[in-house]
């Protein structure tokens, strides 16, 4: 089955600008996060998704981030407007509902945002 | 609060060799799970091994295996015959079933693993 897929790998924009981030999960996972890493910090939980409705959105950083996962299947992460400090890795990981306690999510190869 | 310590901002092993990753946890829950994730210089974020915190016995995947000492809340990662393709940086990372549904990992900042031939 094909893994969890994110695109751009890569994204420099201008302080500003509007970035939109896409995550697609492994097919048939009710479950989607978002989770960043600034660099040299811990990676850090943003939201998640269960289907299409926001299950948990506290790590959100502030209203320039906007999340939607319309239709239950991809999501997009929209950072507008962008500034330096949203600079990092951004992963998007996904995972089957009813999962096991010890089931790890699986991740994207991340989304790699640079604002200059 | 619930958080993850990896004081190793980088390790050095050789080849074939042995090399323990640190990991310390902090949590007043006694549910908890612990993993370990791998993330080579290709970006993707690969997952290496759980323990339990109820686990009795240290978990074990091949080369992997989790020294989990639960008195010292420390969950570290051994990796046996090192080999240069284990050259990455890796995770650990906490999950706590009280805190609700959410699948909220808490991760530390990372451990950066060089194998030298």
């Known amino acids: 089955e094909a893994g969890v897929t994110q695109f751009p790998s890569h994204s420099v924009i201008e302080k500003g600008q509007t970035v939109t981030l896409r995550c697609d999960p492994i097919s048939g996972h009710d479950n989607l996060y978002w989770y960043r890493r600034v660099m040299g910090k811990e990676i850090k939980f943003l939201l998640h998704?269960?289907?299409?409705?926001?299950?948990?959105e506290s790590g959100m950083p502030n209203n320039r981030f906007l999340a939607e996962r319309t239709g239950g299947t991809y999501s997009t992460l929209k950072v507008q407007p962008a500034e330096l400090e949203d600079s990092g890795v951004y992963f998007c990981a996904s995972s089957t509902t009813g999962e096991g306690w010890n089931s790890p999510l699986h991740f994207g190869n991340g989304t790699r945002l640079t604002v200059t | 609060a619930q958080k993850i310590t990896q004081t190793q901002p980088g390790m050095f092993v050789q080849e074939k060799e042995a090399v323990t990753l640190d990991c310390t946890y902090d949590t007043s829950d006694p549910s908890y799970g612990l993993f370990w994730y791998k993330q080579p210089s290709s970006g993707e974020m690969i997952f290496l091994i759980y323990q339990g915190s109820y686990d009795q016995q240290n978990a074990t995947e091949g080369r992997y295996s989790l020294n989990f000492q639960k008195a010292r809340k420390s969950a570290n990662l051994v990796i046996s015959a090192s080999q240069l393709g284990d050259s990455a940086m890796y995770f650990c990372a906490m999950r706590e079933p009280s805190r609700g549904a959410t699948n909220k990992l808490i991760f530390g900042t990372g451990t950066l693993l060089a194998v030298q031939p």
């Open positions: 998704f269960v289907k299409e409705s926001k299950q948990d």
